[in-house]
């Protein structure tokens, strides 16, 4: 504990240098105009690129460079068998080459690495918890390898079409199923084709398919929802080798899928859909698909009421859940003890099958560099909601930093406040996220009720821009006795 009171100590006081304490001005506003670096990152890990290679007659293009430390303290109020307080560090970084757009081509390519350093004697890999993404667990089990170097993008884009991209290869997606989720080290991408247009009027469409996804610490690309076992692979710590994504359905293994006559190798279908026709109304629509398996649909509707001097925003979402097969392989739990159980059991209604559903609402209010949001969500009581690709079904209303609450049965509510964000990723005056979580879950099906208390901080050097520092602390507040604990993680990030 005593480390990371001092590594919290030493970030407060980096991030807090320099940072203001009165709203962003617009003469503010201005000067991070003036100093935009060529690409930069913001809150949610996007990078922002600012400067682009200019169509020209040849592929000559640009390189982004990008230094990276990131460190991960987990504590639990009490140590157990299953838990130990532990300190993972990961050093590394990417360079990314982006061509100029040539007859309406061009390409993007993306080194990553990242080195881990821990006390594997004291700290087994199976008991890291938000630090395991800084190297390979697999690897390591079987090679002893704790560094982790892969090609992260490598794609080609055709832009001929009006107002439409085409990309083909590996990828970053930001859609509202799959995401790059770039916490960690490494970035979730996946291997398939993306069609993004804006060919309608005030409207923007994406569709997808994926037929492979590399998660954050896997050196290779992987099925997008099977769960490796001693069937898929020889090696040891067989369930590493493929989808292990902590909200994976681990019913759904290589040896079930294959004795029931599906496809391990089926695809990610997404389709992303959001439209402004209607003045301050903004209404989404998204869709995924895995045949044969599990397919969801989401809508969404959030209308903006200005007043004067500030905003509210009511938003509502409904997500239906279509099961297609993989309830009677894997059960409706994620977790996969229900598998071959009909009925009801464990607290589930209907044991062999994934149909569900989640409602949530939410209110944002924003007055000048402030937001709050007050959400609520409830998956109702039938089955668990599945999406392992690091996109989350409760983002914007009641997700927190590691909070899984799409378990069948469970409601969650949530008050938020923003301070200082912007969308160009240049933070001057320090960017403050503050939430409580409060999720009411079925104890029935093996959960307790928790309280979850979030602080996130990011900072960019005044004098630097380059430079971009960031605090966030996570203290998980639970019924279930002895599992209290806290998260915290520090990120340098330099970028070139």
């Known amino acids: 504990m005593k480390s990371i009171v001092g590594l919290s100590i030493i970030a407060s006081t980096l991030v807090l240098a320099g940072g203001g304490v009165v709203p962003v001005a617009p003469k503010a506003e201005q000067a991070i105009e003036r100093t935009l670096p060529k690409h930069a990152l913001k809150s949610n890990y996007q990078v922002v690129y600012n400067t682009l290679p200019s169509t020209t007659d040849s592929f000559m293009g640009m390189f982004y460079g990008r230094l990276r430390s990131n460190t991960f303290y ?78 992260g993008q490598a794609y080609l884009r055709y832009t001929g079409l009006h107002k439409t991209n085409i990309i083909m290869g590996r990828q ?115 869709f995924y698909a895995v045949p044969d398996l599990v397919s969801e649909i989401m809508a969404e509707a959030n209308y903006k009421i200005q007043m004067d001097g500030f905003s509210i925003t009511p938003g509502f979402r409904y997500i239906k859940q279509f099961d297609n097969g993989a309830g009677a392989v894997g059960g409706a739990s994620y977790r996969g003890q229900l598998v071959g159980k009909s009925g009801g059991v464990l607290g589930y209604k209907d044991a062999a099958s994934l149909d569900s559903q989640m409602i949530a609402t939410r209110v944002v209010a924003k007055y000048e560099n402030y937001k709050l949001n007050l959400g609520y969500s409830y998956v109702l009581d039938e089955a668990d909601l599945i999406t392992p690709w690091r996109a989350f079904p409760t983002s914007g209303y009641t997700r927190s930093m590691a909070r899984y609450n799409w378990m069948a049965n469970t409601k969650s509510y949530r008050i938020e406040v923003i301070r200082n964000g ?28 928790e309280n979850y208390y979030y602080a996130g901080f990011v900072k960019n050097f005044p004098s630097l821009d380059n430079m971009q520092v960031r605090l966030r602390l996570g203290y998980n507040d639970t019924e279930k006795l002895d599992f209290d604990s806290l998260d915290a993680r520090f990120e340098i990030n330099y970028q070139f």
Request: proline letters at 2%; zero cysteines; aromatic letters at 10%.
């Open 422 to 449: 912007n969308s160009k990723g240049i933070y001057k005056d320090i960017y403050t996220q503050v939430s409580i979580l409060h999720t009411d879950a079925d104890e029935s099906k093996g959960y307790s009720d």
């Open 74 to 151: 987990y504590g639990w109020n009490a140590e157990g068998a299953t838990r130990n307080s532990h300190l993972i560090t990961g050093l590394g970084g990417s360079l990314v080459y982006k061509s100029a757009n040539y007859n309406n081509f061009d390409v993007t390519a993306g080194l990553y690495y990242t080195r881990a350093f821990f006390n594997e004697s004291n700290d087994p890999l199976n008991r890291l918890k938000p630090g395991k993404d800084t190297l390979s667990r697999f690897d390591y089990a079987n090679n002893g390898n704790a560094s982790l170097g892969v090609l």
């Open 172 to 286: 970053l997606v930001e859609t509202f199923y799959a995401k790059s989720n770039d916490t960690k080290m490494i970035p979730n991408t996946f291997d398939g084709v993306m069609i993004n247009t804006k060919a309608i009027v005030k409207t923007k469409i994406n569709v997808g398919y994926l037929f492979q996804q590399k998660l954050r610490d896997h050196t290779s690309a992987h099925s997008v929802l099977t769960r490796g076992d001693s069937n898929s692979t020889s090696s040891a710590q067989a369930q590493w080798s493929e989808n292990d994504d902590t909200a994976m359905h681990k019913g759904l293994s290589y040896t079930r899928l294959k004795a029931a006559g599906i496809d391990t190798d089926a695809p990610l279908i997404v389709v992303d859909i959001q439209n402004q026709s209607i003045d301050n109304l903004k209404l989404n629509a998204s």
